[in-house]
């Protein structure tokens, strides 16, 4: 299955396995390119666990003693390798976002170029999805959600247009969603603008930016010292929770500082920019454009 092309690939998984006889997650398995390189790098005593919500990342599982997958979102990274009783790793990578496979996918109604549905699940199992949001949420909620999620200056006013829109009938498909603006969007802003919006949307669905929360939070709690954390963000949204994260150990604030100004770091950076795609890569992946990838080693000590 042609499913998705892995970005950043050899420079993450270099940077990550630094032991060939560790335990290492690769929380988004998506169509298996990071862990198969994962895999190339373990010794016969390593161990990879990949995590994965989406049914359809099973059609690409790795058959390998070493390899085990796991069919959960990956805020449950830490109850789940638990089961398998590993309470700590040597290294953690996240790929954030949509596969190609998904966005490719016009039934899932991810993407803004298919007519689809209004779903944009990535586990197909819960009942909750793009369709109830359009039609369910109250203005204010829509306004919020487009605003703080989509980034849109506007909310408010596509909150009403969406309003005013369902009452006549119900919003189901992607198309209906896009006609509902195209008339006063600029044909030259459209793209940009219903990438916004369906991105908004999709989070909502989702509950990423908790989601990912999660993930650093427990990636913190069983990384080892000397660990190694890789994320790869493709939204100013995930990459700004990943640096603060990395760099404070919290999501908002400040951290609290001793006598002389400093606070124990939770993670010691590997490069003090984001890493991103080379020409060339974007060449091949026009959807590696927007990747950022951060790396830190997890310190001695507790964080703040």
């Given amino acids: 299955m042609s499913y998705h092309n892995s970005v950043l690939l050899q420079q993450s998984i270099d940077h990550l396995v630094l032991n060939p006889k560790g335990i290492y997650v690769d929380c988004t398995f998506g169509g298996g390119g990071h862990s198969n390189l994962i895999l190339k790098k373990l010794e016969s005593k390593g161990r990879l666990y990949a995590f994965d919500q989406d049914a359809d990342s099973q059609d690409n599982l790795i058959n390998d003693p070493r390899f085990t997958f796991i069919n959960q979102n990956f805020r449950y990274l830490k109850n789940s390798l638990r089961f398998h009783s590993i309470t700590s790793i040597d290294g953690v990578l996240a790929d954030l976002g949509v596969s190609s496979h998904q966005f490719d996918k016009a039934e899932r109604g991810f993407s803004t170029r298919f007519e689809g549905p209004l779903d944009m699940r990535m586990n197909t199992q819960q009942y909750f999805s793009a369709k109830e949001i359009v039609n369910e949420y109250s203005e204010e909620q829509l306004s919020e959600l487009f605003y703080l999620y989509g980034e849109l200056p506007q909310a408010r006013k596509i909150a009403k247009e969406i309003i005013i829109e369902r009452k006549k009938s119900i919003i189901s498909t992607t198309n209906q969603l896009k006609e509902i603006f195209k008339k006063n969007i600029p044909e030259h802003k459209q793209n940009k603008f219903f990438a916004q919006l369906f991105q908004a949307l999709r989070i909502e669905v989702n509950d990423e930016i908790k989601a990912l929360k999660d993930l650093l939070l427990q990636s913190y709690e069983i990384l080892k010292p000397g660990g190694v954390l890789v994320f790869i963000?493709?939204?100013?949204?995930?990459?700004?929770?990943?640096?603060?994260?990395?760099?404070?150990?919290?999501?908002?604030?400040?951290?609290?500082?001793?006598?002389?100004?400093?606070?124990?770091?939770?993670?010691?950076?590997?490069?003090?920019?984001?890493?991103?795609?080379?020409?060339?890569?974007?060449?091949?992946?026009?959807?590696?454009?927007?990747?950022?990838?951060?790396?830190?080693?997890?310190?001695?000590?507790?964080?703040n």
Avoid: C, Q
């Fill in 233 to 303: 963000a493709y939204h100013s949204l995930e990459d700004r929770i990943v640096k603060k994260f990395i760099k404070t150990g919290l999501f908002n604030g400040e951290p609290e500082r001793d006598l002389y100004g400093n606070w124990n770091k939770p993670f010691d950076l590997v490069s003090s920019k984001p890493i991103i795609p080379d020409d060339d890569e974007i060449r091949e992946n026009p959807r590696a454009r927007s990747a950022k990838m951060r790396i830190a080693i997890k310190r001695d000590g507790k964080k």
